[in-house]
């Protein structure tokens, strides 16, 4: 094995950062107190980073900090003056799902590495060039996908220039990452802003199938893959784990680099994975990796397995027998956690001291020497200009305090400023003592010159092209073409997620139907992706909306205009930007998670639509995994390749507080969890109706589960009132849309 492999560790506080780092961790990533994904971690301050860095670079171990979230407008400033701050210290890389911050690190930081976030998302090969293209170094794989597909992205990564990175250990998410919107919709907490309060994980009432946590999945482990892997050509192994303790990560990343170092050398695995066993654990699977998805991924508890398992794996029957089994496994966990302590008790994220001393004569240059922390070598500094009799104000140590303000960017602690050496009244240009502060500055950051603080300028709010905002629709099956005939309303038509391969029957709908203007689904792996590639160029629509930014990217590429769909998470400004400039995009659906004060702050690019849709099945999860097997039962053992293309089932789940969900699959659909109310914003057409282009509604049966479906004609034409300033209409559509919310546009992020 000639290429080495990155163990990226999980840094959720201080302590948790120190044990990846003595663990032999080759990366950490971590995240401050805002702007990441894990807002239940304790995380860290801007002040602890140059600590951090400093210790991870002394054990050649670089820092990725985590900026995943969406980002609201209003934050924007914020955001660029944090930018502005990172820029001028060593870190790594920042980890990021929000577009818009591509925008912004590709025009005015671009010395910032950018790595994608596994909220955006990414499976397939179009979204891979539509990375690269966009700024980034590096894309984290979704966590859904199999060995060969991993296999695939991988290359397709290394040809644009991108390193691939595949969460290997730790929590998995039922649903596909960067499209849960479980918690934001039941209790306001988006999982697109790090506040994610799993319900997956939750109990709900006893299934058909006898599960009580029916969406539960156990947690991941490739510790035996690692040869897959390395033949896959990936580039980071990637642990999970921001919200576990020290002892967790410590214990994880210590047999994941025994493994990794022992393969290395010998080509051989080791066979023992018992510590990964006596930290927290929900029992382990592989199955996304090896494909084969079948019910025995899920565990009936989201609590630690690891004691039940040293029980099991000890086959002790007696009581007394499996107190000493629980008591050894608690000395034996205690013993790892005592041998993190020992490691890391003398190792500090301190800010290095460093001692200034300024020292001068009459006709001599002002000398500056430098000695950081417990170093003896002095760092000698002269000025080119000599020191001569002061005119007016002589430099002091109070002017060269002030003049040192803020020195290095407050990377260094200055634990003594010393200007006993330097004779008084002296006088020398300003120039000159700024020269050396630079100079100063310019050693102790190891010859990183200071990038100036970046300016934005606020973005223009242009205006919408017409003044009344237009209707269209959504449509998902041939049976409600006569819906066209009923509307001028543009007619979006929803393809599946699976397609057959070599199939016809998609292309030979658009083509008969030219008015249809394709609507593409958020996720397509594989030959998924490349069927939808096939309709687009037999096809090649006039415009087509994408949920997918590798089908955008597509579309870019063959010139057909496209708009961003509303699973794109569009939160703000520069995300518009970002795919207008870069990929040609001619409007966007604004992210119906944010309320209306967060649109409104929004400005629109010019010559750039805006939507919005004001009425749909509000979608909680899509998943890979079936939701059959743990619900109502399945009786095939695994997931076939005919499954997505075949299965159409539904079924209800209710949680332990009496809360419904459908549970919905589709032909050629992923199982999906839908709320038990649908998504009807009448407000926003008199609240903001000046600022979109178009209000999309959604009328496609999916997600309907058990509750009658509105008469859709109904529907249209008491929409269309409303736009056409109809009173009545509003509470017309409340009436006919029996359970509805519009708590999101009410709470937003």
């Known amino acids: 094995m000639n290429k080495k492999i990155e163990l990226l560790a999980p840094g959720g506080d201080v302590e948790a950062i120190k044990a990846g780092i003595i663990a032999g961790a080759n990366a950490v990533y971590c995240g401050l107190d805002n702007f990441n994904a894990r807002n239940r971690a304790a995380n860290l301050s ?18 990725f900090l985590t900026l995943n979230v969406v980002i609201l407008e209003q934050e924007l400033a914020s955001l660029i003056k944090l930018l502005n701050k990172l820029v001028n210290t060593k870190i790594d890389g920042i980890i990021v799902q929000d577009l818009g911050i591509f925008n912004l690190v590709k025009k005015h930081f671009p010395s910032l590495s950018v790595h994608a976030s596994t909220q955006l998302t990414s499976h397939n090969e179009g979204q891979i060039k539509f990375l690269a293209k966009i700024g980034a170094t590096r894309v984290n794989l979704s966590r859904e996908l199999n060995i060969n597909e991993i296999k695939s ?72 893959d690692l040869p897959a892997l390395v033949d896959a050509g990936v580039d980071s192994l990637k642990v999970e784990g921001r919200i576990k303790n020290a002892h967790y990560v ?17 080509g051989q695995l080791q066979n023992d994975d018992t510590n990964l066993h006596r930290v927290f654990n929900r029992d382990f699977t592989n199955s996304f990796l090896t494909g084969n998805l079948t019910k025995d991924m899920f565990i009936d508890s989201p609590r630690d397995y690891s004691l039940q398992h040293a029980v099991k794996e000890s086959k002790v029957v007696l009581l007394k027998d ?24 003398d190792i500090s994220i301190a800010k290095q001291s460093i001692s200034l001393s300024f020292t001068g004569k009459l006709n001599q240059p002002l000398t500056l020497n430098i000695i950081v922390g417990d170093n003896e070598k002095t760092h000698r500094l002269e000025t080119e200009s000599t020191l001569s009799a002061a005119q007016q104000s002589p430099i002091d140590q109070s002017a060269l305090e002030k003049s040192f303000k803020n020195f290095a960017f407050n990377n260094f602690d200055i634990n003594d400023f010393n200007c006993t050496g330097l004779d008084e009244n002296l006088s020398i240009p300003f120039k000159e003592i700024t020269t050396l502060k630079n100079q100063a ?44 005939d009923l509307t001028d309303a543009d007619v979006y038509f929803k393809l599946p997620e699976s397609l057959k391969k070599g199939c016809n029957k998609h292309i030979d709908i658009l083509l008969d139907n030219p008015r249809l203007i394709p609507w593409f689904p958020a996720v397509l792996i594989g030959k998924d992706y490349d069927e939808s590639v096939r309709i687009l160029e037999q096809v090649r629509p006039k415009r087509i909306v994408s949920n997918n930014t590798g089908i955008a990217y597509k579309a870019f590429e063959m010139g057909i ?18 795919l207008q400039e870069e990929l040609n995009c001619a409007g966007a659906f604004i992210s119906n998670e944010i309320n209306r004060l967060q649109i409104k702050k929004i400005a629109r690019p010019d010559n750039f639509k805006l939507l919005y849709s004001i009425y749909h099945p509000i979608l909680l999860m899509t998943s890979r995994q079936c939701f059959f097997q743990r619900t109502v039962g399945c009786e095939k053992p695994s997931i076939e390749d005919g499954c997505m293309l075949k299965c159409e089932k539904s079924t209800t789940i209710t949680n332990v507080k009496g809360v419904s969900y459908a549970v919905d699959k589709q032909k050629g659909g992923y ?33 309907s ?16 009132n409303m736009l056409n300033g109809d009173e009545t209409a509003p509470q017309n559509l409340e009436q006919i849309v029996e359970l509805s919310t519009r708590n999101q546009y009410s709470k937003g992020l």
């Open 46 to 63: 801007f002040d602890d980073l140059p600590g951090i860095l400093h210790l991870a670079h002394q054990h050649d171990c670089e820092v």
């Open 153 to 224: 992205l991988t290359s397709v990564a290394h040809k644009h220039e991108l390193l691939s990175e595949v969460f290997v250990h730790g929590a998995l998410c039922v649903a596909f990452s960067g499209q849960c919107y479980s918690s934001s919709v039941s209790v306001g907490n988006s999982g697109n802003r790090g506040s994610c309060s799993q319900a997956c994980r939750d109990e709900y009432e006893i299934t058909e199938a006898g599960a009580k946590y029916p969406l539960n999945l156990k947690d991941n482990s490739a510790y035996f």
């Open 250 to 266: 410590y214990t994880v990343v210590d047999t994941w680099r025994k493994q990794i170092d022992a393969f290395e050398k010998s």
């Open 322 to 345: 499996i107190e000493q089994v629980k008591n050894d496994h608690y000395q034996q966990k205690n013993r790892l956690g005592d041998e993190l302590a020992e490691k890391i008790k």
């Open 441 to 484: 500055t310019l050693l102790l950051t190891d010859s990183a010159k200071i990038i100036p603080h970046v300016n934005i300028p606020e973005l223009v709010k242009h205006k919408k092209p017409s003044n009344k905002p237009s209707l269209s629709i959504l449509i998902a099956d041939v049976k409600d073409l006569y819906l066209c």
């Open 561 to 578: 205009e496209w708009i961003a769909g509303p699973f794109l998470n569009t939160t703000n400004s520069y995300v518009l930007l970002t």
């Open 671 to 703: 199982p999906s969890i839908y709320n038990n109310e649908q998504f009807l914003n009448v407000d926003i057409v008199k609240d903001l109706g000046d600022l979109f282009d178009e209000f999309f509604i959604d009328l496609t049966d999916i997600g």
């Open 705 to 720: 589960g058990s509750k009658a479906a509105p008469d859709k004609a109904q529907l249209i034409t008491q929409f269309e």
